[in-house]
C-alpha cells in the first residue's frame, strides 16, 4: 500500500497518529477531507472532482509494536464517461484492514518473500506489514490509498454501450480497384483499335 513520493509533493490528506500515544484500548479516528484536500486529491488521481470524503478507522494496538487499522473509507467522485463523455458521479466505499509494523519487521519480511522468490518452490509468506515511519502512521495517506484503489479507471454511464459507428466499404473503393481499372483501361484500348 506504500506508494513512492512523486517529487517534493506533499500527500494531499493527512492526518498523522504518533503511535506512542496510541493507548492500550486503541482509539477511533474519523476524518472528513477539506475542499483543499478534495480538489489535491481529484487533481493527483486525474478525477474531475471529489464531492465528498470521509474515512472511519480503528487503530488498536498489537503484540510486537504492531498497530492494527481497520475501517472504512467513503466518498463521492465526480468522473467522466469513457463512452459517451458525460459527467457522471460514483460512489465509493472500501473496507481497509491494514497491519503496521515497526521498519525493522517489515524489511525483514521482505527479505523473507525475496528469498522464497528465488526458490523452486516459494515459502508461504503473508504479505509484508506497512511500515510504521519515524513512530508515525499517517491515516490520512491510509485513506487516500484506499480511495486511489478504488477508483474505476473506466467508469461508464449507467446504460451506456459502446457502438462501433460500422462503415459498409464503398465497392468501388477496395485492394484491387487499381488492378480493375488499369484492366478496363486496357481493354477499352483494344476495342477503339
Not at 15 to 40: K, N, W, Y
Not at 48 to 65: E, K, Q, W
Not at 156 to 184: N, S
Request: charged letters at 30%; aromatic letters at 4%; hydrophobic letters at 40%.
Amino acid at each position: 500500500m506504500n506508494r513512492p513520493m512523486t517529487g517534493s509533493e506533499p500527500d494531499p490528506w493527512r492526518s498523522p497518529v504518533m503511535v506512542a500515544q496510541i493507548p492500550d484500548t486503541g482509539l477511533h479516528r474519523a476524518l472528513e477531507a477539506s475542499t483543499a484536500e478534495r480538489q489535491a486529491l481529484a487533481d493527483a488521481a486525474g478525477l474531475r472532482d471529489i464531492l465528498s470524503a470521509h474515512a472511519d478507522f480503528d487503530v488498536v494496538p498489537r503484540s510486537g509494536g504492531r498497530i492494527q487499522v481497520t475501517g472504512r473509507v467513503r466518498a463521492r467522485i465526480g468522473q467522466t464517461c469513457v463512452v459517451t463523455l458525460d459527467p457522471i458521479e460514483s460512489e465509493i466505499d472500501e473496507e481497509v484492514d491494514l497491519t503496521f509494523a515497526p521498519e525493522a519487521e517489515t524489511r525483514r519480511l521482505e527479505d523473507l518473500i525475496e528469498e522464497g522468490q528465488d526458490d523452486e518452490e516459494p515459502a508461504e509468506v503473508a504479505d509484508p506489514h506497512e511500515a510504521i515511519v519515524n513512530g508515525i502512521i499517517d491515516l490520512g495517506r491510509v485513506a487516500t490509498d484506499a480511495l486511489f484503489l478504488a477508483i474505476d479507471p473506466y467508469p461508464r454511464k449507467p446504460g451506456a454501450v459502446f457502438e462501433a459507428e460500422v462503415i459498409a466499404p464503398d465497392p468501388e473503393d477496395h485492394p484491387f480497384a487499381a488492378l480493375k481499372a488499369l484492366q478496363d483501361n486496357e481493354q477499352g484500348k483494344k476495342k477503339g483499335k
